[in-house]
């Protein structure tokens, strides 16, 4: 069973706390929002208690395996559409309301059913970030891969997302994992314990590999799904 945080037992259920960030009010209006609309998948935002937000707990496990599943990565595309779609009216300074951390990690998966949690990194931003994010961190390319079967799994993606414009996923990949990279020297050189576990396991280098493999195979890659 998975929670976003620190756990705390409350009657038969459970809370997840964590700290308040500075995006801490728009992630309780976003999940008020989806909240209100009676979506299943994502976890309720219960208040701010004592410097910390506290959520709902979800149950369920998480899948580093997403390959062998197709018909679980549709799904889960279905819901990120359904997520872009309910938050583009809340903002008029973007395309709509943007994850920005879709990974198997974030993805708890139930009995019948799937819950996007890590709510942490949530911003404005354009739905091709995080479409591009399913394509390389559910459908992700190793070096045995040929760009055409790479292709047939991210077009896949894309069909069930239904993304027209697909110009730009490639470099919005490059430009994500170029960032993730960073991310995880520069905060582990800073002292955060979360980054420096991610280094000693070797996040980095497995983000370095697929990062060149993409810029490899780039141009046969948009081919592929465009």
């Not at 995080?130 to 077009?155: H, I, K, M, N």
Request: aromatic share 4%; proline share 3%; charged share 30%.
């Amino acid at each position: 069973m998975i929670a976003d945080g620190n756990q705390d037992d409350v009657g038969n259920g459970k809370l997840v706390r964590r700290a308040v960030r500075p995006n801490t009010a728009l992630v309780q209006a976003v999940l008020d929002h989806l909240a209100g609309a009676g979506v299943d998948w994502a976890p309720r935002f219960l208040g701010v208690d004592r410097g910390q937000e506290v959520l709902g707990w979800v149950p369920g496990v998480t899948k580093d395996d997403w390959r062998s599943n197709p018909r679980r990565l549709d799904a889960l595309a279905h819901i990120v559409r359904d997520f872009h779609d309910r938050t583009a009216n809340l903002t008029d300074a973007a395309e709509c309301i943007v994850h920005d951390d879709l990974q198997p990690r974030n993805i708890v998966i139930g009995s019948d059913s799937l819950t996007i949690i890590d709510w942490e990194q949530l911003r404005l931003g354009r739905r091709v970030e995080d479409v591009s994010q399913l394509c390389w961190s559910f459908a992700s390319p190793t070096t045995d891969d040929q760009p055409e079967d790479v292709g047939r799994r991210w077009q896949r993606v894309l069909d069930a997302y239904g993304l027209d414009d697909r110009s730009d996923v490639v470099a919005v990949a490059i430009t994500k994992i170029e960032r993730c990279i960073d991310d995880i020297i520069g905060e582990a050189q800073r002292g955060s314990d979360r980054h420096q576990l991610l280094q000693e396991r070797g996040d980095h280098h497995d983000l370095q590999e697929m990062l060149d493999w993409l810029v490899d195979h780039r141009e046969q890659l948009v081919e592929a799904i465009t």
